[in-house]
RNA sequence: UGAGGUGUAGCGCAGUUUGGUAGCGCGUCUGGUUAGGGACCAGAAGGUCGUGGGUUCAAGUCCCGUCACCUCAACCA
């Protein structure tokens, strides 16, 4: 009987993307949903990923100096009433334990939502000398915020994460960290998640409870919409008064630190499925995907197909790449739609045919390309290929994303670009009753200040423009 | 919190009007035949019908309660 054609089971891209995004993330065997609501269980498949985007990060953050601690999930709860913008910032969306042992506890613990006020509390034990300074700590580890709506990786009530914490003698300094983590995670998104992001400082009304300044990566999915891909805040003295982190500086006068806090999370997961993804699912960019190459052999039974395709995961395996061999007695069209969702990005096939040509076929998940190569040098060609996938990646996405950014000078003009999926350059007087307005009537918010462009009016009341802001609708 | 909807096999559903042996498709498992885009044959396993009570000779089906989930609204660094 005639299926449902694969195609037809995930739903498609340019009409449902929202439906198409949890269609793809639950088939492609990177989640389930948790027992608890909001929560995820990430699989193999999907942690494999995770693994990939941690190791490429953490050597970036070795190489700035940076070293890897680990604090406590449970925060007492009056350690957030310290710091007041943040404790009503978070307040709403903390998970508490009130009980344990069998009893009632004195004071409540937090599950923490951030860390900030637990390595405040520690830093001020810590830092008593400008010759302690800096501290430039990072940890990975689990978080938990009670949202009301949920969807995987894009924001589930427990997610991944890490987040760095830096405490600085000067202002300067601790401003200089907050913008080189950010170019850090611009690098990072740009060569190795192929995605293109745009950096730029929050307005008050996005940035972070308790920040003196938040600057945001935002990263555009493929309907148009955005997504925060990681954010670097520079937190001033905030931290350092309410949790009295002081030293004493070569003048020989007690003062307060200057810190930083910086952050990425499992959502780059959810970035690197919406902005790549086609109908077929999932297409990883070569660094992260767990399997860069899959090997399907064709009427594996015949004379020497598998000795070949062993010979070939051989071959490459001694040069680096991740690659399986689907040994399994699917048939090959099975193989290649199941492959092709995962997102591989690259397939090589076998058969009698190829073996006596000496030649393979490969594809590219990317571009849904086969091409011919040579059995002698398959390993280098797949290599260079893979390279070339890589950068493709990166420049598809930025060529989509550069021809959906668009400007406007009125709210009608907001409205028209952002419903149309772009992202809209306009002119903002600064006042938070404009930044309302726009939200109410077009239901975009603020993304980031565009650097180095000017707009004369505020594209709502039409007064003196103080920043040309980016708009967009938001994950 | 306001409005609507859904709970029956791993997943998707029918059956409820009119009470009478628990069904279908997909998936899973076993054995075999196949193989260049989701192949085919044969066999098998799998269910406290969300949950508590009531009516009845008899309840998935009728009555009362209750819980969970979904959609929209609201809320949301």
Redesign the pocket.
């Known amino acids: ?1 005639a ?1 449902e ?2 195609v037809e ?1 995930i739903a498609d891209i340019e009409k449902d993307f929202p439906q198409w995004y949890t269609d793809v993330v639950l088939k492609t065997g990177l989640v389930d949903y948790g027992p608890v ?1 909001g929560t995820m269980v990430i699989r193999p498949y999907g942690y494999a990923i995770w693994e990939n985007i941690q190791s490429e990060l953490d050597s970036r953050f070795k190489a700035t100096g940076h070293k890897n601690a680990y604090f406590p999930l449970l925060i007492p709860m009056s350690f957030f009433t310290k710091e007041a913008e943040h404790v009503e ?2 307040a ?2 903390v998970a508490v334990v009130t009980h344990a042992g069998g009893e009632e506890l004195s004071e409540p613990l937090a599950i923490r ?2 860390s900030e006020t637990i390595f405040g509390s520690m830093y001020s034990k810590w830092i008593q000398s400008y010759r302690d300074l800096p501290v430039l700590i990072n940890q990975w580890a689990n ?1 938990m ?1 009670w ?3 949920t969807r995987p990786f894009l ?1 589930t009530s427990e997610f991944l994460w890490q987040e760095g914490h830096t405490a600085h003698a000067t202002e300067d300094e601790a401003l200089e960290e907050t913008m080189k983590m950010l170019a850090v995670y611009k690098e990072f998104a740009e060569n190795v998640l192929a995605i293109p992001v745009i950096c730029g400082k929050k307005t008050e009304k ?1 940035k ?2 308790g920040a003196v300044a938040t600057f945001g990566m935002e990263a555009m999915m493929k309907d148009g919409k955005s997504l ?1 891909a990681g ?1 670097s805040h520079y937190l001033g003295q905030n931290f350092a008064k309410a949790f009295d982190i002081k030293f004493l500086d070569k003048d020989g006068v007690q003062k307060n630190v200057y810190t930083s806090s910086w952050g990425v999370s499992t959502r780059l997961i959810g970035a690197l499925i919406m902005a790549h993804g086609d109908n ?1 699912g999932l297409i990883l960019p070569p660094k992260v995907a767990p399997c860069q190459v899959v090997i399907v052999p ?4 015949k004379g020497g197909v598998m000795e070949a395709c062993a010979d070939i995961k051989a071959k490459l395996e001694k040069a680096g790449v991740r690659v399986i061999l689907d040994e399994t ?6 193989k ?3 492959w ?2 995962k997102g591989v990005p690259l397939r090589i ?6 073996l006596e040509a000496g030649k ?2 490969i ?1 590219r998940r990317d571009t ?1 390309e ?1 091409a011919e190569v040579q059995l002698d040098n398959i390993a280098k060609t797949t290599q260079q290929l893979l390279d070339t996938v890589q950068k493709d990646m990166l420049e598809a996405a930025r060529v989509r994303r550069d021809n959906k950014i668009v400007y406007a000078n009125d709210l009608k003009g907001i409205l028209n670009g952002v419903e149309g999926g772009n992202f809209v350059k306009a002119g903002w007087c600064g006042c938070r009753e404009c930044e309302d307005k726009i939200k109410a009537e077009t239901a975009a918010t603020a993304r980031v200040f565009a650097e180095g462009e000017t707009s004369k009016t505020c594209a709502v009341c039409g007064k003196k423009a103080e920043h040309t802001v980016i708009f967009a609708r938001a994950y």
């Open positions: 009987m299926k054609s694969f089971q609501k910032g978070f709403p969306e939502p951030t978080v915020r949202e009301k709506t924001r996005e972070f409870a925060q954010t077929r064709i009427a594996a039974k007695d699917n048939s090959p069209g099975w290649f739609n199941e092709e969702m096939e076998l058969g009698p045919r190829d393979a076929l594809f849904l086969k």
